[in-house]
């Protein structure tokens, strides 16, 4: 829609530059029948009407008005997730992966299956732990014997303190073992002899989407091997550069503007919730700031644009209608006075490239060049197209 518009506005300046020239032009040729060698050359950048061209543009002089404009501070940098929305898996004891239908894109939820991972040491810890538990339950009544023994005078100290070292060396196993299956996703409690299995499964521990898949059905995969990556876009964050110079401008609370550089045309919101402590060696400092609002659209690793509001100042500004744009830059017209030219008066002006900032009701904030700021009453502030089109077609326009 944004770029619609451009064009539109583009054409329609287009349209009216061609139609002052026209107008402009045969407002010369009825007033004054001049050859090209009669023709005045002008000055570079410097073009003239006469009076009943002046009028017909509508043009009228101003100067440069104090207006209280917001600062924006134009950041970039990347959308990134919470380290809590972005979970890595790994298969805790390693093995084969028996199977797995997922792919890079998958929508999981939290306890979803991700892949079934087989191994036989799987089945030598569940073995383990049920000899284990066995022992120990057979550790705990002698234990409680001998100390009822002990207690009543009936049992030797030596005999007593046997059972409870093997009490508790035993117990301590089977707590370690209980552990260990926990990790691989066996419930300890719900284990018995006839249940005893060779795979277990992956699960998602979180809702999200898989960004990361790195294995297929038959390999083998290590404790250090990361099998999934699953990420939550729930929760965005942006992670923005900004200069050093410009630490003081932005603080926590304050809200961002921002478009992803694959689609300038959608803008979203942001609020920052975290400014550095830290200057890297570029002399950059991070700023955070979590998404606000409807995120469906944007994906972590998108690159954006940034704009932070960060005060208004105090600043010299024009009417926006007063600036010019041709071949990428900026200008305004300056008015050098009257002049006879035969039995004409003539206007002059002179065009002057100038640096545009922030725009705000209906004024943009201007530098000029140094020699240009003592300009009061002399500026053009309606009627520049016009004179635009009277440059351009100097040839034609000079009367």
Not at 34 to 42: F, P, S, W
Not at 297 to 318: F, P, Q, R
């Amino acid at each position: 829609m944004k770029k619609l518009l451009k064009s539109t506005i583009m054409k329609n300046k287009i349209i009216v530059l061609a139609l002052f020239g026209f107008i402009f032009a045969l407002g010369c040729g009825s007033n004054n029948q001049k050859t090209e060698e009669e023709h005045e050359v002008l000055p570079e950048n410097t073009c003239e009407m006469n009076d009943d061209q002046y009028k017909l543009a509508g043009i009228e002089l101003g100067s440069l008005e104090q207006k209280n404009i917001g600062s924006i501070l134009k950041l970039s940098g990347i959308i990134n997730v919470p380290p809590q929305n972005l979970v890595t898996i790994s298969a805790t004891m390693g093995g084969y992966i028996k199977s797995t239908s997922l792919l890079q894109g998958s929508p999981v939820k939290k306890g979803q299956v991700l892949a079934v991972i087989e191994n036989p040491e799987f089945i030598e810890l569940q073995q383990n732990y049920l000899e284990y538990k066995s022992q120990f339950e057979y550790s705990q009544t002698e234990y409680l014997r001998q100390k009822e023994l002990y207690e009543g005078n009936a049992g030797s100290a030596k005999t007593y303190q046997l059972a409870l070292s093997e009490y508790k060396t035993l117990k301590a196993k089977v707590n370690a073992y209980e552990q260990k299956l926990a990790l691989i996703g066996i419930i300890a409690g719900q284990l018995k002899e006839e249940n005893i299995v060779s795979v277990v499964n992956l699960t998602s521990p979180i809702n999200g989407y898989v960004k990361t898949v790195n294995v297929n059905t038959g390999k083998y995969v290590t404790a250090t091997d990361v099998v999934f990556e699953i990420i939550n876009n729930d929760k965005l964050t942006l992670e923005l550069t900004m200069f050093e110079k410009d630490l003081e401008k932005v603080q926590e609370g304050q809200q961002i503007i921002f478009t992803t550089t694959n689609n300038s045309d959608i803008s979203y919101k942001a609020t920052v919730y975290r400014v550095g402590k830290a200057i890297n060696e570029d002399k950059t400092v991070k700023v955070y700031a979590t998404v606000e609002g409807d995120s469906k659209n944007l994906i972590s690793g998108m690159y954006v644009s940034a704009k932070v509001e960060t005060g208004e100042a105090l600043v010299d500004a024009l009417p926006s209608d007063a600036i010019v744009s041709f071949d990428d830059k900026d200008y305004i017209f300056i008015s050098k006075g009257k002049r006879k030219e035969d039995d004409k008066t003539v206007n002059d002006f002179l065009m002057v490239e100038i640096t545009k900032g922030n725009t705000s009701g209906g004024f943009t904030q201007v530098t000029l060049p140094s020699k240009y700021t003592n300009v009061n009453k002399t500026i053009v502030i309606k009627g520049a197209y016009p004179l635009l089109a009277a440059l351009k077609n100097a040839g034609e326009m000079s009367c």
